[in-house]
C-alpha cells in the first residue's frame, strides 16, 4: 500500500467531483421553500383560521338577494348604518354584554386568586386542583350545560332560569381559562425582583402592590379578555341554562335558520375590531416608546 | 380535597425560589383557591355528578307531571344503547368525526406553534394574539361563514371537484352491506359534486373550531423546550428531521396529548357544527343530548347519554394522568 499527503487525497476527490455549477432558479425557489416548509405550512394555518373571519367582514357589506345571506351580491354599507335599528339584535346584545360583564369580572378575580396560589404556593392537593381546573376546558359544552339544567331542575329552579343561571354557567367556565393565562405570566415571573423589593425593605403587601401585581396584570387582562368573549360568544351552555332569555348568539341561532341578516355579521365585526384595538394599540404604544 | 396543610410549608424554605410565596401563611393558598374551587365544585363536580341518579330515573319533563322519580331505571342505557349505538351508530360517528378532526388540527397547528416558538422572533407575541383573535368573532357567524366558503358553486368546491379530491373522498364510504353500527359514511366522505350537508364539511368545521385549543398547549411545551438538546442533537451528526423526530417531537408530547385532549372531547360533543355543516344523518352526541333534553324531554335518557360521552373523556384524561402527571395539563 503507498503511502499519499491528504493533500494528495484531496486532489483527487475533487477530480472526481463533477464540475461546479451555479443551481438554476427552480433549485434555488425548491431549497428556499424547503428551508422554509414550516413557516410556509404555519402561513397556511393562519389562512385557514382567518378566512371565516375575513368572510363575516366581507359579507357585513352585502346586499344579499333573498334572506340567506351566503352568496356575493353587491356591496352595500346598509347593514352598517341600520344595524342598531333592529331591537332583536340591540336586545340581545345588550343582555349578552351584561352576563359578559358580570360574569368576567367574578371569573377572573377567582380565577386570579387561584392562579396566585398555583404559581406561588406549595399545598396539599395541588393534582386535584388541576384536574379540576382542566376538567371545564376537556367536558363538551353539550355535557356541562345539559348537567347544570338537571341541578337547577333538581333545585327546582326552572322558573328562575335566565340571566343569574347563565351568569352562573359562565363564570364556571371562564374560571380555568383566567387561571391558565395568569398562571403562565406569573410563571415566567422574575422572582428575583420581588426579591430585590424586600431587600429595600419594601414589606411583603408593600412588594405585591407596587412590583407583583403590576407585573402579573397583562395577564389578568388577557385573561379578563378571554374570560369575556368567551362569555359573549357561548351559544350551547347558554342555551341550556336561559329559559327565555335571548343572548346574541342565541338570537343568531334563531336566525340561522330563516337567515342570519348582515346586521348580525356588522356586529362580528365591531366586536373583532375591538378586541384587535385592545390588543394592538398597547403593543404599538410599547414598540414607539421604545425608540 | 384534604384541608390540612402540608407539613413545616410555612416554616420550612421551599425548595426553588419560584416557589417562594410572598405573603407566607400556611393557609394562604387554601383561601386564595377555595371561592373559585368551590364554585367548580358545586358547578362543576356536583352537577356532573348528579346526572347519575337522573340517568337512572323515569319521567318527561314535558308530559305528565312533568316530574322525575329516581328508581334505578336501567332501561335507559338499554334505549340509549339501542338507539344510538345499535341502530345508528351516533356514539361511533361522534368518536371517529372527532378522530379525524382532532388529527388534522395537529397536522395544522404544529407548523404553527413551531414557527410561533422557534421561528417567529419579535413576531412571537403578535402571532400568539392572531391565534386567539379569531375567538373575538363569534363562532356562530365563523362556523356559518364556512357555508359561504364551501358553497357548491364556489371556488373551493369546484377545485375539490375537478383535482378529483371529491371523487377519493366519496368513494370513503361504508358498504352497505355492513351492519347498522358500522353505517359511519353510508353515503361517503363527501358527495360526488358538494361538501356542504356532508360528513366532510362537519369534519373541516370541527379542525377549524378547535385549532386554538391545539395550538396554545403545543406552543407552551415547544416553547419550554431548551433548544440546546436540538442544537446536540445537530452537533452529533442527526438531520433535522431526526432531531426532530428523536428529540424535539418527544418532548412537546405533552403539549400533543393536551391539545388532543381540548380537541378531541369537546369535539365528540359538540353539537353547533353538524346542525350548521351536516345533513340530519350527520347527527352526532351534542346533538342527540341536546335534542332528548330540548325537544323530547327524556332528560334520563339525554343523561345517560351524557354519562356514556363522560365515561370516555374520564378514562382518556385518566390515562394522561398516570402517563404524565398533573402538572402540565393548566
Known sequence: MSTITIDERRAQALAQLPPYREPGIATRGLRWVRAHLVQFCAALALLYMFIPVFVVVLFSFNSPTSKFNYVWNEFSTSAWVNVWKDPEITDSLTISIQVAVVSTIVATVLGSLIAFAIGRHKFRGRGATNLLIFMPMATPEVVM?????????????????????????????????????????????DSRLEQAAMDLYADEKTTFRKVTFPLVLPGIVAGAMLAFSLSFDDFVITNFTSGQTVTFPMYIWGAAGRGIPPEANVVGAIMFGIALIIVLVPEIVRSVRKR | MSAAPAPGVGAKAPADDSARPVGQSRWTPYALLSPGLLWLSVFLVVTTIMLLPMSLSSGRAFSGDGTFSFDWQFANYADAWTQYVVDT?????????????????????????????????????????????????????????????????????????????????????????????????????????????????????LAYNFLPFMTLPLYASLERIDVRLIEAATDLYSSAWTAFRKVTFPLSLPGVVAGTLLTFIPAAGDPVNPALLGSTSDALMGNAIDAQFKATGNYPLAAALSVLLMVVIVAMVAVYVRRAGTEELV
Open chain 1, 145 to 189: 350545560g345539559s348537567s347544570l339544567l338537571t341541578l337547577f331542575v333538581a333545585a327546582q329552579q326552572e322558573g328562575s332560569l335566565g340571566p343569574v343561571t347563565i351568569i352562573i354557567a359562565h363564570i364556571m367556565f371562564s374560571i380555568s381559562f383566567v387561571v391558565v393565562t395568569v398562571k403562565a405570566r406569573i410563571a415566567g415571573l
Open chain 2, 89 to 205: 351508530p351516533i356514539f361511533q360517528k361522534s368518536l371517529i368525526y372527532a378522530l379525524i378532526a382532532t388529527v388534522l388540527t395537529l397536522v395544522i397547528a404544529y407548523p404553527l406553534a413551531y414557527t410561533i416558538a422557534f421561528k417567529a422572533g419579535r413576531w412571537k407575541n403578535f402571532l400568539l394574539v392572531l391565534v386567539i383573535a379569531p375567538f373575538f368573532t363569534s363562532f356562530l357567524l365563523r362556523t356559518n361563514a364556512w357555508q359561504t366558503i364551501l358553497v357548491d358553486t364556489g371556488p373551493v368546491v369546484s377545485f375539490m371537484e375537478a383535482s378529483g379530491m371529491l371523487s377519493v373522498f366519496h368513494a370513503i364510504n361504508t358498504p352497505d352491506s355492513w351492519p347498522s353500527w358500522a353505517q359511519i359514511f353510508p353515503e361517503g366522505l363527501s358527495a360526488e359534486n358538494r361538501v356542504l350537508a356532508t360528513p366532510l364539511a362537519v369534519i373541516i368545521g
